[in-house]
């Protein structure tokens, strides 16, 4: 079963220096039939105007990822990691006991558009960190699937306290990815540029899908197109 979340149907947030698109329920928009899906709890999908930003706010018992899609994200927190985030660079802070962080956009001229995903850990309690790896690499351009965050490490990804895999799909034309789920395990498709289609069903920039009870998912697009596939327990 695939669930379509097309990218216009998802909550907004506009605040002058902030458009942000809320897949599940998130501050003050509210959809009680979209609230999460298994541990996806949070995709924002932000744009950031120059110069602006979050201040200093706190996060506790939650896995949060960060992927830059254009421009660059600066990073400040408690743990006293400082960095800034570009395309092709995914950031993982695990709140665990408690964390604070801030988020701005440092160019002067430039937006940042970006996703910022929330998964629930596997338990509460776990000890704050913060990590920051670039795959900026050939991996991203050959095509296929590559692991970006795993609960193991696997194949150079980053480690998150979640039984869930996150994979960057980068699609070339016509040429089909095909992703196997084992018994019990679900998936989220988030297309970051282009369109594609999961299992045939048509997703446009922006929109997501979520998977249930399918045995595998074939990815395909007519032009070069990319996504994130979350594999879920």
Known sequence: MITKRPA?????????????????????????????FRALRV???DIVAPGMGFDTHPHRDMEILTWVLTGALQ?????????????GELQRMSA?????????????????????IWLMPD???HTPSYDQRDFTTADLQRGGLTALASPDGRDGSMTIHRDTVLYHASLKPRTPIKHTLAPNRHAWVQVTHGSLAVNGVALAEGDG????????????ADTASSALVFDLD
């Open 8 to 36: 216009n149907d998802r909550g907004l947030t506009e605040i002058g220096w902030l458009h942000s698109r809320h897949s599940f329920s998130f501050g003050n928009y509210y959809d009680p039939e979209n609230t999460s």
């Open 43 to 45: 995709i924002n999908d």
């Open 75 to 87: 990073h400040r927190d408690s743990l006293g990691s400082g960095s800034v985030i570009r395309p």
């Open 96 to 116: 665990g006991t408690g964390i604070a962080h801030s988020e701005f956009n440092p160019s002067e001229t430039e937006p940042v558009h970006l996703l910022q």
């Open 123 to 125: 338990r509460k309690g």
């Open 209 to 220: 899908a979520a998977i249930s009870d399918e045995t595998q998912i074939t990815l395909t």
